[in-house]
């Protein structure tokens, strides 16, 4: 029974990252024929569309009463994406420069917003007028990425020329969609079982394992970026990534209709998020950059995240 229930969680993260992976590679094929720029483009859309096993995961959480999941997961997401992901695309990489794509003002202000929740929740609770003001804070970003960028502007007809789509990518992209929905609802199936099982926090597993698993579409991501040297689309895609993390924290508080209690000691995960998003607005201001050292640092601190997490 426990490793057939093994066996059916690793099978569901393995059919999310096929499913994210059609979503995505289907999406990018847009920007080109968009005629958009790679990071604002990645920013807004590839953002949300990797945000899709997040999404589905967290509708599953709050049908099932179980929000300590949907949480978890996207706490977590911001430190895998910061602590794992990031750093990963800076080792691998050479490191990271977007000197024309985030000036300092449109830095603050995501990272405002990505840090937005785990501010609101040291209170140990999250109410309904938070979750309120989560979508605003994400709907106000994207209005300030796109005034800079110009996403939709009339003067940019392709966007709005239906030919510019395929319908073969839509097609495949809804298919992705659906092969994400479906694994996610095994995967917080099989959550609550270990937890139950385990006498464990579903917001433990959570934390850790669904953060990754959800998040594994931007690994993809991270080397499909190397391998083709289009960095800024990885990098867009993470920051849209991050901060659509509030909007769906947003979303699933407003769709659960009550107060939300979270972890006693969540003060831990928060002082690791606060750091490495501390880190990497110093890293940018300072050089612009991200070396390879720098993210072998960040995938240092992750290290010790787990270690004071899992002995807390």
Do not use: C
């Amino acid at each position: 029974m426990l490793v057939g229930n093994i066996f059916l969680y690793i099978i569901a993260f393995i059919f999310i990252w096929f499913g994210a992976g059609i979503i995505v590679s289907s999406a990018s094929k847009f920007s080109t024929k968009l005629r958009l720029s790679p990071f604002a483009f990645s920013f807004v859309f590839l953002g949300i569309l990797t945000s899709i096993p997040e999404f589905s995961v967290g509708l599953q959480a709050v049908a099932t009463r179980h929000p300590e999941i949907f949480v978890g997961n996207l706490l977590g997401g911001i430190v895998v994406l910061f602590l794992i992901v990031i750093p990963i695309l800076a080792v691998v990489g050479n490191g990271i420069n977007l000197r024309q794509e985030l000036d300092n003002k449109t830095l603050l202000a995501t990272l405002g917003v990505i840090l937005a929740p785990s501010l609101f929740i040291l209170d140990k609770k999250i109410t309904i007028p938070e979750g309120a003001l989560f979508v605003i804070f994400y709907i106000a970003l994207l209005f300030l990425v796109e005034r800079k960028n110009g996403i939709f502007d009339r003067n940019n007809k392709q966007l709005f020329n239906i030919r510019a789509y395929s319908y073969k990518d839509i097609l495949r992209m809804l298919l992705g969609i659906g092969i994400v929905f479906v694994s996610s609802a095994v995967i917080v199936d099989k959550t609550t079982y270990f937890a139950n099982l385990f006498n464990v926090s579903a917001f433990y597993i959570s934390l850790f394992v669904i953060a990754l698993g959800t998040n594994l579409p931007e690994l993809s991501l991270a080397v499909r970026s190397v391998i083709s040297k289009k960095r800024e689309i990885a990098m867009g895609d993470y920051m849209g990534s991050a901060a659509a993390n509030t909007l769906l924290f947003g979303v699933f508080t407003l769709l659960h209709g009550g107060e939300i209690l979270t972890a006693d000691n969540f003060i831990f995960t928060f002082l690791f998020i606060i750091t490495a998003l501390v880190l990497f607005y110093f890293f940018f201001r300072t050089k612009n950059y991200i070396s390879r050292g720098n993210g072998l640092l960040l995938l240092g601190i992750y290290a010790i995240f787990v270690i004071v997490e899992l002995t807390g």
